[in-house]
């Protein structure tokens, strides 16, 4: 039941004479599972249907033998130079036509069957090597998926997107009415005339641009898809996962965790960013929410990375610190990029658990600390956390709202408005579950939605049905699924819900704000909104209402430099704190990102050195057990 620790390991990249070297400091550091294979595809199949697993077979064995579990790599991560060579189709083409050549990693077509093929063949011969074997704990399909390619504009690609819309749209007269073809020209008598989105003379239609997101996420996710059937045919009691990278733009990982065994995650906060643990933990509570329980950090940095335009190494304690706040939000475990530092290749100057310089170092120090601190922490596992407030979060929403250029403003960003209202539920150690539009609420105090663009009727009624507070950000309830502009304008269906009319956009330029009686300011965007139940709860400094109520909906038609005020109305008024609070079961997490001492806001018995908290040291955290003295 111990907490997991580890990264990746990649022995390949080694003479074989390092690994018992690496086998003997991992018992040091008690690193219990390493992820292994991840880009080996062409060390384990130097050739077509020609296999060597020897060099596996023995690191898996050495590892067993020295009490190591393994996430075992399904290897497709990047496919081997002969398969590209023999096959340029499966290389990746981008919008304007260009094919991306081999030469870096996720180096392939989605849509190839040239590709899942040889991916079929791979990891049915992975699974059956190890179906067995005591040291495999989980599956990791792939990496990373969506980091360097998305989407591919090729030919193949749209056939695949054809097929994808036969089966969304039925038939033509279907997708001509969902997509708006009749504007500017666009009819199609047949779907051989549909093509992806490639580079236009002007702005493309942004009904068909939602779709070739919405069909990109699920060509990854088929590809997903297509190895976790085998290796659930083949090893019916390992888990399977893929790493998710946050809050990523591209895939729909609401989707995409309902066809995983356990969520992972990878993180890699900027120690030169001063709120960047506001924005992680926002990701982790994503990660948390995604399958309503524990979750796995898969990837993290020791130190400085290497993909930056300047890669700062973190303050020492902050690898700890970083390391805890992930399991206060919800993960069962603490892996890294990667176990050794990298001798050669791109990732050669990104940090690791046993640097360059070697032990006689802070981080091969840290690393050790951390394994004990873990192992220290065991009874924390498979805890889970209890939100009151939830936080609603819609990728094909997001993906409308920011994928075309003819909008009011481009400058409405979903991330900025979510955490424009996280940070102070953050401050204030109010825990925060993500939710989907549709997903049942009951059991929340508050639900904020930062912005619904999209929004069907479906989920307006779910919001309807929400007895407690429910605050509703601007520039929501405007377009359908299919990007049509509701009759009646925003914001459509959730009109009887905010008893509001949106009559006018009014984006504000760049720099400019305007003041709200709350003593607030707008930025970005207000509205010009009629009455039709709802009373004003703030006005703009030319008398327009600004921020309505009607009954337990509050509407806020802008974008506000501060939202406590709003937060307050709706019942939270609580203080910020001065260190992070997270609880997860009967444990509190004390976490102080700040660099100076901050008194103890919770009493409690620390669990690592069973004394009372009365202080949390710069860059330090603590778990407690409430009210124990």
Known sequence: MALIFGGDYNPEQWPEHTWH?????????????????????????????????????????????NGIGVDLATASATPPPWLVREHPSVLPVDANGTRLEFGSRQSYCPSSPI???????????????????????????SNEYGDHVVSCWCDESAEHFRRWLRARYRDIDGLNRAWGTSCWGQHYTRFGQVNPPRKAPGPGNPAQLLDWKRFSSDALLACFETEAAILREVTPNVPVTTNF????????????????????NDAYPDPADPVSHVKVA?????????????????????????????????????????SLQAVAHGSDGVMFFQWRQAKYGPEKFHSAMLPHAGTDTRQWRETVELGRELRALAEVKGHTTRADVAMLFDWSSWWALEAVESMPSNRLKLKDMLYTWYEPLFERGIAVDLA?????????????????????????KVLRDFTGTMIV??????????????DGGAPGPLADLLGIAVEEFVPL?????????????????????????????????DGRPAITRKGNAIYVSCLLDDVTGVLAEAGIAEAPLNVEVCRRGPYT?????????????????????????????????????????
């Open 436 to 460: 989907p539009p549709g997903r049942d609420l009951g059991g929340y105090r508050v639900v904020i939605a930062p912005n619904l663009y999209m929004c069907t009727v479906e989920q307006a």
């Open 21 to 65: 070297d690496d086998m003997r400091l991992m018992g040091e550091a008690g690193i219990t599972m390493v992820t292994v294979g991840v880009f080996a595809w062409s060390r384990l199949e130097p050739q077509p249907g020609r296999f060597d697993f020897g060099w596996l077979d023995r690191v898996l064995d050495l590892l067993h033998a």
């Open 282 to 322: 926002l990701s982790y509570d994503l990660m948390r929410s995604l399958k309503q329980q524990p979750w796995l950090l898969l990837e993290s940095a020791p130190s400085a990375v290497s993909w930056r335009e300047v890669n700062l190494p973190k303050q020492p304690g902050r690898m700890r610190l970083d």
């Open 589 to 629: 997490f004390l976490l102080n990102h700040t660099g100076t001492p901050q008194p103890a806001p919770i009493t409690g018995i620390d669990l690592r050195t069973g004394h009372s908290v009365a202080e949390i040291a710069a860059y330090d955290a603590v778990v407690i057990t409430e009210g124990h003295q």
């Open 245 to 264: 990278m946050g809050l990523m733009p591209e895939l729909d990982y609401w989707k995409w965790a309902a066809a995983e065994d356990l969520v992972s």
């Open 473 to 486: 950000g601007p520039f929501s309830g405007v377009v359908d699924e299919n990007e049509q502009v509701h």
């Open 115 to 141: 590709f899942r093929t040889a991916v079929q063949r791979l990891v049915r011969s992975i699974a059956e090597r190890y179906k067995n074997h005591p040291a495999v704990r989980l599956w990791h399909v």
């Open 509 to 541: 330029p760049d720099g400019r704000t305007q003041p709200i009686s709350i003593g607030a300011a707008a930025h970005t965007w207000t509205e010009t909104i009629r009455l039709a139940g709802a009373s004003v709860l703030a006005h703009y400094d």
